[in-house]
């Protein structure tokens, strides 16, 4: 296939794209990144839902709640506390390396990473003193469990550093086994250790060994992306332009920051709406959905560098047929996981126990925002990574906005149905902004049906 006619036209899109390409190398190493993303994602969803399984047995409806809402926190404000620097990464390095700026690229390297970890320590001892502060409002159970996800913050950002740094040298493995396989393992072992020993699994204990495991992972991959970078990476002098970073890692923040409150507003809703158990199921509901959101998140990871290279080189052609490439397979894979885990949604609930099956039926509803939104693929990464970061974080705003609207008008009456339609809901009102901004901002035809050009 490789080896044909120069006058016969390439055909399909992964035709197209070869031809685009000049070679087949870019698409196939494309494919087998986004591949080895999705099956550290799989595997560990598969550890993570082990996990949250033995969890929500183990501790019981009321602690399981518990842990759920303070280990959302943690998720939320520790992947917006690096500044977006983690994703702002795969367009700063791709483009130092392209224009050999190499001292800037050496300081970016430690220099990041020591910005957000003391960022990170300062903010999460202002927030223990905001927990200390609203405690006669809290509950008494939550109180422990939050000062220890304060505890998690520095950790799990310098972590999501690392994995932007990794992941814009193509080293997939060292960014994402640390945070999904390596913690995922950790929990489990700290946690059944501690019932092995008798001990009672609280939401206490169960923050505690996460946190360790969080602390544990980013050391263990702190040590080994140093030693990858020194074998890589030149020695010389380093340069720092904060300022610059941040110019351009502040929007992408915003981007990223107001995805994850579209992501997560539907829990944190539920927590102040609900009872405890009622947040566990519609948990265990958006747990087994989360196969599907891998797919799109590992070709994201995958192309984002690629699309600030080649914008980087004025390769207008080549950055066309990749994003036409990247949407297919984000689509295609996303619709056959959702109809599986559809099929099988019962028995996989019923493993969290019993009476989590009755949110079976939720998951229909959260599937259809899934679906729609991974018919136009990781457009969000191509506008950051193009310099339109301002607007694609307007959309995301304003989806976040309609989530909040409607998960506070849907929740209290409908519950985790309510929810689950809210953000399905903003999540098509999202793909609709999207993909009219990168028509008239970039005229790329994004969604997966309908002729492109």
């Known amino acids: 296939m490789d080896t044909q006619s120069a006058t ?5 899109p992964l035709g197209r794209l070869r031809a685009m390409l000049g070679t087949s190398n870019e698409a196939s190493l494309t494919r087998r990144l986004a591949g080895t993303i999705f099956i550290i994602r799989v595997v560990s969803a598969a550890m993570a839902y082990l996990s949250q399984i033995l969890l ?50 050496r300081g970016f390297l430690s220099g990041s990473r020591w910005l957000t970890f003391a960022v990170s ?37 310098v972590a999501n550093t690392q994995d932007g740094i990794a992941r814009s040298h193509d080293w997939m493995r ?40 969080v602390w544990i992972a980013m050391i263990g991959q702190m040590l080994v992306l140093n030693r990858r970078l020194d074998g890589h990476i030149e020695p010389g002098a380093k340069a720092y332009d904060f300022r610059g970073w941040l110019a351009i890692s502040l929007p992408i923040l915003l981007v990223e920051g107001f995805y ?43 192309t984002a560098h690629r699309f600030a290279e080649y914008h980087a080189q004025g390769d207008s052609q080549r950055l066309s047929a990749y994003v ?25 609930l ?45 959309a995301y705003a304003l989806a976040f906005v309609m989530n909040v609207v409607l998960c506070v008008a849907l929740v209290p009456r409908y519950g985790g149905h309510g929810a689950a339609a809210a953000t399905s809901i903003s999540l098509t009102f999202e793909t609709v902004l999207l993909f009219w901004i990168v028509r008239q901002r970039l005229g790329l035809h994004v969604l997966v049906f309908g002729k492109r050009g």
């Open 260 to 302: 994850l409150l579209l992501s997560y507003t539907d829990v944190l809703v539920l927590q102040q709406f609900r009872p405890s158990e009622e947040v566990g199921v519609y948990f265990a509901v958006v747990k087994t959905l989360a196969l599907v959101s891998f797919i799109h998140y590992a070709m994201s990871a995958t």
């Open 324 to 348: 036409a490439h990247a949407i297919k397979w984000t689509f295609w894979p996303s619709l056959a996981a959702t109809a599986l885990l559809l099929v099988f949604g019962k028995p996989l």
């Open 56 to 105: 929500a047995r183990w501790m019981g409806g009321s602690d399981y709640g518990v842990y759920v809402y303070v280990w959302t926190w943690v998720l939320l404000l520790g992947s917006m506390m690096d500044f977006g620097i983690s994703a702002s990464a795969q367009k700063i390095i791709p483009e130092y390396r392209t224009s050999g700026e190499h001292a800037l690229l």
């Open 350 to 394: 019923w493993l969290f126990g019993p009476q989590f099956v009755g949110g079976y039926d939720i998951m229909f509803v959260a599937a259809i925002g899934l679906v729609v939104r991974s018919a136009i693929g990781p457009v969000e990464r191509l506008l950051n990574m193009l310099g339109h970061q301002h607007i694609c974080a307007m």
């Open 174 to 213: 060292l960014g994402l086994m640390p945070q999904f396989i390596v913690r995922q393992s950790l929990i489990i072992g700290f946690t059944a250790g501690a019932v092995a020993l008798g001990f009672h699994l609280g939401a206490a204990a169960a923050m505690l060994a996460s946190a360790s495991a």
């Open 8 to 12: 016969v036209p390439p055909a399909g």
């Open 121 to 157: 320590s300062i903010v999460s001892l202002l927030l223990a003193f905001v927990v200390k502060m609203l405690s006669p409002w809290i509950d008494a159970g939550e109180m422990v469990p939050l000062y220890l996800g304060c505890l998690t913050l520095p950790a799990f950002v």
